[in-house]
C-alpha cells in the first residue's frame, strides 16, 4: 500500500514532522527500549515504565508510516532502535521478553501492556521487511509467554497484558507455531476473563478509561476466528453499542477526559483514543467485513484523526473537543493529568504525560494499510476510500496493481485503474458507505449494477485486463444530526474531582451537528495561531435548518483542492448553513441552552470540514422551528 495525493501530502507531514523527529526532541524517545536509566517522566531507575509505552507507539506508527511511504532513511532510523531488540531476544532464546532480553523475565501489569505495543511495533517490522529473524524473535517471546496476562474489566481503568493477543495471533498466522494459538485461547479463556465478557453480553458495562477501554474491547473479536465462540464477536459488538449511545461524539470516537464522559460540546477526547479507536475497528472490520466497520473507521480518521495535529505536524493537543472557543481546556477540567492546558498544541502535545505525542504516529498509517483488504475467494476489497496505490496477488496468484486516484472525501468520484502482470480472473469488491444513496459505478466507461451486497459491497467478478477502468461515484448531501447532551460528569466522579453541589442535574440539552458524506463540518472561529483565537469574532449561532427540504436549505459551495494539502482553513468543501444569532454564552457548567432558542434574523453562516478548524463550533444550538421539524 502507498498513498497518493492529498493523502500522500498529510503523510509526509507526519514524517517531516512529530513521526520523523520525536527522537530528537525528548529522552522517552531518544532512549526508549535501550534498556538504560532514562530521566524522563514515569521512568523507573531501570528503564522501565512510562518511556516503554510511550517510545513502542511511536516506534510502531514510525515504521509503518516508513514502509507505507516506501520511505529508506525513516525506515533505517526506526529499525536502529528495533533491530536490537530483535537481536537480543534471538540471543537469549526462548524464555525471553521484548523488555530488556531478560530470561525469566515475565512482565506483567503495565509492562506486560507496553510489552504488546512493541509486539506490534513488531509485526510491523516483520510485515513490511519480511526479515526472518523478526518472526524468529516474536515467535520466541510468544510461544513461551505467560497464558495469565490479566483481565479486560472495561471498568477499572487499569491497562492489561491480553493486548499482547493481537500481535500472539499475528505471529501464529505468519509462523503457524501451535504453542502461540495454544496460550492465546488459554489467555482469553481464565475465568476472569470470561465472566468480564458474559457481563459485556448482559450490558454490564462500566464507563472506563477510554484509551484502555478501546483497546480491551476489541480483544474478544480478535480472538473469535481462532475461537469460534459468537459470544466473543457479539461482545466486542455489545461494547461498541454500549459506546455509540453513551459516550459518542459527532467525530467518530468517544469522550475520555481520561474517563468516558458521557456526550456534550466541551467534552474532550484524548489523542490516544483515536489510535486505539481505529485500531479496535480495524480488527472488527478484518473480522466481519461489513462496511459498517469501514464507515467507522471514516469519518474518526478524517475528523478526529485529522484535529490534533497541527497543519505542519510539528504540534499537536493532548485533547480535542467538539467545541472550542478558547486556548484553555474547557469546561469542567478534572484535576488529573494532564490538565488545563490540555487542549493547547505543543511539540510534546502535553510535555508531562507523552502517551498521546507517541500514539499519533499511528494514525496515518494504520488508515492506509487498512485501504484494501484480501478477500477469502482470491479477490480484493476497497475497504477505505483515498487516493492510493495497492499491489497485491489475486485469483491464481498473478500480481495486479490498482491506482486509485480520488480527491474522496472531499469530492464524491474514485477513480482506479487495474494493471494485472497477465489477464487475470479475481472479484473486485468496492464499498458503498451507508451514508450513501444512489451510487454510481462505470467499468470502462459503461455504466454497471451498484447494488451492495448484505456486506455493503458492490461485487465485480470478471477476467481483468491490463489497463481496465473502475469508476464508482458516492453522492453526497448535506445531513442535520440532532441529539442530546447529556449530564458530566456521567461517572468516575471521584476521578474527575466534583463535589455533590457541582455536578449537573441530569440534563438532555438539544443539539444539532452538520455532516457531508463521511465529514463533519464546523464553523470555524478565526485564529492568530494554533492556541490563540481572534479576538471579537461571531460565532454565538443557533442552526436553523429546515428539515422539510431533503438537503436542510443547507448551499454546497466548492473550491480545487490546493497543490500541497495541509487542512487549509480555506478548504475546498464549504457549506452556507441557515443560523440564528443570539446571545449564547457558554460556562463551564453547561456549554448549550437549556432548549431551542430563539435568535435573531436569519442569516447564513460558512462551515468547513472540522478537520481544517482549530478554534470552532461542531454542536450547536438549534432555534424551537429547526428542533420541531426534526422531531415531530
Keep these: ?121 513488531l509485526v510491523a517490522l516483520y510485515q513490511g521487511s519480511g526479515d526472518p529473524r523478526v ?69 454490564r458495562i462500566a464507563p472506563g478509561h477510554m484509551d484502555i477501554f478501546y483497546e480491551n474491547i476489541r480483544l474478544p473479536a480478535v480472538v473469535y476466528p481462532w475461537s469460534g465462540d459468537p459470544n466473543d464477536l457479539n461482545a ?99 484535576p488529573n493529568s494532564p490538565g488545563p492546558e490540555g487542549n493547547r498544541f505543543h511539540p510534546l502535545g502535553c510535555p508531562t504525560v507523552l502517551c498521546c505525542v507517541g500514539n499519533i504516529n499511528r494514525i496515518i498509517p494504520n ?68 451514508w450513501c444513496e444512489g451510487a454510481r459505478i462505470t467499468l470502462n466507461g459503461a455504466p454497471i449494477a451498484a447494488t451492495p451486497d448484505g456486506r455493503g459491497f458492490a461485487r465485480i467478478a470478471r477476467v481483468w485486463g491490463n489497463a481496465d477502468k473502475v469508476s464508482i461515484v458516492l453522492p453526497m448531501r448535506a445531513r442535520v444530526v440532532r441529539g442530546y447532551e447529556t449530564e458530566f460528569p456521567s461517572a468516575n466522579r471521584e476521578y474527575f474531582g466534583f463535589e455533590p453541589p457541582q455536578l449537573f442535574e441530569h440534563r438532555r440539552l438539544p443539539y444539532a451537528s452538520v455532516v457531508y458524506g463521511p465529514l463533519l463540518f464546523s464553523l470555524p472561529i478565526p485564529e492568530v495561531d494554533s492556541n490563540t483565537p481572534v479576538k471579537g469574532a461571531r460565532w454565538q449561532f443557533a442552526i436553523d435548518t429546515d428539515a422539510r427540504r431533503k438537503d436542510s436549505g443547507i448551499e454546497v459551495v466548492r473550491h480545487p483542492m490546493p497543490l500541497h494539502w495541509d487542512w487549509p482553513a480555506d478548504a475546498p468543501i464549504v457549506l452556507e448553513a441557515p443560523a440564528q444569532a443570539f446571545d449564547w454564552r457558554p460556562t463551564d457548567a453547561q456549554a448549550l441552552p437549556d432548549g431551542p432558542v430563539a435568535g435573531a434574523a436569519p442569516e447564513a453562516i460558512r462551515l468547513v470540514p472540522y478537520g481544517c478548524t482549530k478554534f470552532r463550533i461542531s454542536m450547536f444550538p438549534v432555534t424551537a422551528g429547526a428542533w420541531n421539524l426534526g422531531n415531530r
Design 236 to 334: 466486542t459488538l455489545a461494547a461498541f453499542k454500549w459506546l455509540d449511545e453513551n459516550h459518542m461524539l459527532p467525530y467518530g470516537v468517544a469522550s475520555g477526559e481520561e474517563f468516558a464522559s458521557g456526550i456534550g460540546a466541551f467534552r474532550k477526547t484524548e489523542t490516544c483514543d483515536v489510535t486505539s479507536m481505529l485500531l479496535a475497528t480495524s480488527w472488527v472490520y478484518r473480522v466481519q467485513g461489513s462496511r459498517t466497520w469501514g464507515d467507522r473507521m471514516e469519518r474518526a480518521f478524517f475528523n478526529a484523526g485529522a484535529a490534533p495535529a497541527a497543519r505542519d505536524f510539528k504540534t499537536m493537543c493532548y485533547y480535542q473537543s467538539p467545541n472550542r472557543i478558547q486556548s484553555a481546556a474547557q469546561p469542567c477540567e478534572q
Design 1 to 121: 500500500m502507498e498513498p497518493a495525493g492529498w493523502l500522500r501530502d498529510w503523510a509526509q507531514s507526519a514524517r517531516d514532522g512529530i513521526t520523523g523527529h520525536l527522537d530528537e526532541w525528548h529522552p522517552t524517545f531518544a532512549d526508549g527500549w535501550k534498556g538504560i536509566p532514562i530521566q524522563a517522566p514515569g521512568a523507573k531507575p531501570d528503564g522501565t515504565g512510562w518511556p516503554l509505552e510511550q517510545s513502542a507507539y511511536w516506534l510502531d506508527g514510525a515504521i509503518r508510516l516508513g514502509f507505507v511511504l516506501h520511505d529508506d532513511a525513516l525506515i533505517r532510523k526506526i529499525r536502529a532502535r528495533l533491530d536490537p531488540v530483535v537481536e537480543g531476544v534471538n540471543k537469549a532464546g526462548f524464555g525471553t521478553t521484548f523488555i530488556y532480553w531478560k530470561q525469566g523475565y515475565k512482565p506483567d501489569g503495565f509492562e506486560s501492556w507496553a510489552h504488546s505495543q512493541m509486539g506490534r511495533a
Design 367 to 434: 488508515f492506509i494499510i487498512h485501504m484494501w483488504m484480501a478477500t477469502n475467494d482470491n479477490g480484493l476489497a476497497a475497504t477505505l476510500y483515498g487516493p492510493c496505490t495497492v499491489t497485491a496477488r489475486v485469483g491464481a496468484g498473478i500480481t495486479v496493481r490498482i491506482a486509485t486516484e480520488t480527491d474522496y472525501p472531499f469530492g464524491e468520484t474514485i477513480r482506479m485503474t487495474i494493471a494485472p502482470q497477465s489477464p487475470v480472473e479475481f472479484p473486485l469488491y468496492l464499498r458503498v458507505p451507508g
Design 135 to 203: 518472526l524468529d524473535a516474536l515467535v520466541k517471546v510468544y510461544a513461551d509467554y505467560p497464558s495469565r496476562m490479566g483481565n479486560i474489566d472495561l471498568g477499572g481503568g487499569l491497562v492489561s497484558g491480553l493486548c499482547n493477543l493481537d500481535p500472539m495471533l499475528e505471529t501464529y498466522s505468519y509462523s503457524g507455531d501451535p504453542r502461540i494459538l495454544d496460550r492465546a485461547l488459554l489467555a482469553i479463556s481464565q475465568p476472569e476473563v470470561s465472566r468480564e465478557i458474559h457481563g459485556w453480553l448482559a450490558g
